[in-house]
């Protein structure tokens, strides 16, 4: 038997993705030939007729296989891109989400180029925003803070992966035994913030595969906004920010608390898709 060109495997494995009611099948199955090939795009697409070697089909044919189980495809490539960097993505943590490079925009947009700053990423995760902080401004230093040991292993392979941990620490702990507010010029957040009663009805890829303690916000979706604007409004240095990536219908409800925490020049703003997702704040001098 003539083993399958590469342009029938991926026809194959997108035609399955799509039976399966996934909508982005297309792509996937792209990106998982693209995987088992480990080689370039265009090497890829020039290899179009050529057979597959079997070691390259039973990959695909697994990654496919895994994909079908609605694991996300992020998880099956173990990478993901992150304000153009390369971020190591698994179980460990929430996935990074395009969504969240406005959040980034619009810490930038408080860290001026030429101070060395310190910031701070709490519920750091896989690292993501952290490493998006560091990686735009070279005289800062940071820190994210991370309750879960697992993803602050992570979180540290990546600062390790991408040359910043010369610059950036993973502290594994909660919020309020971190000792690092009155340090930081800029604190970023993407806390949990999905209502409770809201986690059973998200995307299997969401629901089943990123923690549950990085989604849930409790029952209104906002308790861990709660508990880090009352510890900011304690510790937090005069004229510092916090800039908190938000769920799309939370903006009223934050600016309310942060004003109630008694900080000022709140703004807002929202991602590419319009989406309101990010608000900003300053404690007062
Ligand atoms: N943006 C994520 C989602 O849509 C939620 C992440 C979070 O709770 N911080 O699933």
Redesign the pocket.
Known sequence: MTPPTFDALIAAGRGRLREAGLSEANQNALMLMLHAFGDTRAALISAGNAPVPKAVEDAYLAAIERRLTREPVQHILGVTSFYGLDIRTDARA?IP?I?SECVVEAALDRMPKDAPLTIADLGTGSGCLLAALLSQRPLARGEGVEASPEAASLARENLDALHLADRGAIFTGSWAGWQGWERADLIIS?????ASGEIGA?EPE?RDH?PLS??D?GADGLDAYREILTLAAGGMKPGAWLVF?IGHDQKSALEGLIAQAGFDSIASGQDLGGKDRWVAARRPH
């Open positions: 929430l989400r969504d993407n806390p949990p913030y999905i998200l969401v990123d990085a989604l916000g990536e």
